[in-house]
């Protein structure tokens, strides 16, 4: 069991994105919850998702995500895979909070 209270959340001063870790360290998964608000944007190169797959389901607000060339306008209950390297921006063009879940699994391949 996991306590919010307990839980490990990083804070970006200079976006004002929050990230919560969901489960523990042992978990087979890597779950978190993300907060981050209006006009905010967040960039991942490709790298950071090899020899993993990504799935993003949007809780509050609106999110555009950018799966490399491609833009997705994802909504409340709206959620994406992204299943291979590719730079990954999350932008919050709205002017109400976006706030999200970003699941990682382990994939065999990179």
Do not use: K
């Amino acid at each position: 069991m996991h306590r919010t209270a307990d839980a490990t959340e990083w804070h970006d001063p200079a976006t004002g994105y929050r990230r919560r870790q969901i489960p523990g360290p042992r978990f087979p998964a890597d779950i978190a919850e993300v907060r981050l608000p209006p006009g905010a944007r967040v960039s991942y190169p490709a790298a950071s998702l090899a020899f993993q797959r990504e799935a993003v389901w949007v809780l509050d607000g609106r999110l555009t995500f950018h799966e490399g060339d491609v833009v997705h306008e994802l909504g409340p209950g709206d959620s994406i895979e992204v299943d291979g390297p590719v730079p990954c921006v999350f932008a919050n063009t709205g002017d109400v909070e976006c706030r999200y879940a970003v699941i990682l699994a382990r994939a065999e391949r990179p």
